[in-house]
């Protein structure tokens, strides 16, 4: 029988975060600890995942609210994993078959294992299938206890355990599958003795056992996956493999990145063949980046829709943003919130833009601010120009027409329609609409004195 729902353990605090947010909250690669998790879950064929929340449960529920197959149990002491299991259960009610029951805190699990956890589970008829891995450095974790012919007979925690049993490098990755009779069942009976006078899930092993419903375990092939985050530097460390993951993922289809370790690149962004990314990027959120794009060092990107072939120069900070095909932006421009850039647009250095519409093949090259414009195609930007868009209280929208060259240092004062065709001309401070195919000029008739240079040098 399939396995369609997950427990995830999610109530402790994560104290060796020093953190004022819930440790399975904290990101890595832009997904949230518990996300990841969830997201092995649902590859493993989960259709409802039942998180158990306790510290800060309010904010892990708002977090999933909008999940129709994620659903939130309390646990509002933290008793141990044996009682936090037990708490999901009136969720789980009216299911049958078996169940996964994960931990928050290891990120690094991947479907594939998890689904190989599914099918040993199914194959051996067990009642719990534990998910173990040989570590060189077994410390803090428990210890997977075989019988000599190599059967698994019970789990003992770091602290219970013998220095006999401390040798064994065999340990339980905190990740199984278990029978939900089973586990409705026995899950009252386990009891706190020991040195945490906690409950204590791993017990579940040893009741399997000694009521002969089985016992087996899955050794995962890759070690790491069973890797548990409690504090920032292991945060850090498996921010590290998940990144790898992501860019490795990436470059085997098709995405050229000049050097992957220094290219930080969310996992759910999606990137077209034959775009070459530089060190130093960082591309995440919903951002969706065509094929043949080249993005230069140190740009920043987010949650952005890049279409095909457009030229991102070093060090642009692009966010909530659309540029067209061809476009080329940078260096060093800030596309804020709204821009939607038409295809062979140009946006070059020291450029902000923010909810700016541009038409296809529109320059602003130099040194702008365009924020609250409407702008046509074929529009020529000069050097200085600024649309002033905020009078203390409001803003207000410049327009733009079609073909309108502006020239160099211009102001436009909105709300102002500048219509197609016209000439703006430099230095001119715009107040009021410009009809189309004009010119608009306003400048201080220029008078020159000749000789007062040279007169007053005489004079000093
Ligand atoms: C647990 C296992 C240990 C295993 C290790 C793998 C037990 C008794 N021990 O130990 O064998 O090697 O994981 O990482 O299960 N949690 C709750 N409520 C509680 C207690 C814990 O929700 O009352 C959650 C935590 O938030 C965490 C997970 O359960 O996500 C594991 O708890 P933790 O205290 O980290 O267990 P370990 O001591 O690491
Ligand atoms: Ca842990």
Redesign the pocket.
Known sequence: MAVTSAVI????KGTRMKSDLVK?LHKIAGRQMLAWALAAARDAGSCRTVI?A?HQAEQVSQQFAGDPDVCIAI?DE????G??VSCSLPQLEGLSGSTLVL????PLLTGDTLRRLVNEHISSSAAVTVLTARLEKPF???RIIRDTEGRVRR?V?QKDATSEEQAINE????IYCMKLDFLREHVGNLGSENVQN?Y???DLVGIAVAEHAGCTALIADFSEE?Y?V?DRTQLAQAERVLRNRINRNLMFSGVTLVDPEHSYIDAGVRIGIDTTIWPGCVISGNTVIGSGCKIESNSMITDCQIDNHVHIKSASVLTESHVGENATVGPMAHLRPGSVLGSSVKIGNFVETKKVIMGEGSKASHLTYLGDAEIGSDVNIGCGTITCNYDGVKKHKTVIGNRVFVGSDVQLVAPVTVGEGSLIAAGTTVTMDVPPDSLAISRTPQVNKAGWCLKKKNND
């Open positions: 353990l999610a109530a402790g399975v158990v306790g646990q933290q008793l141990g994993t009682h936090a931990c928050g805190d290891t803090g974790y428990g789990i925690e340990v339980n990755s905190g906690e204590y899930i791993t069973i548990g409690n």
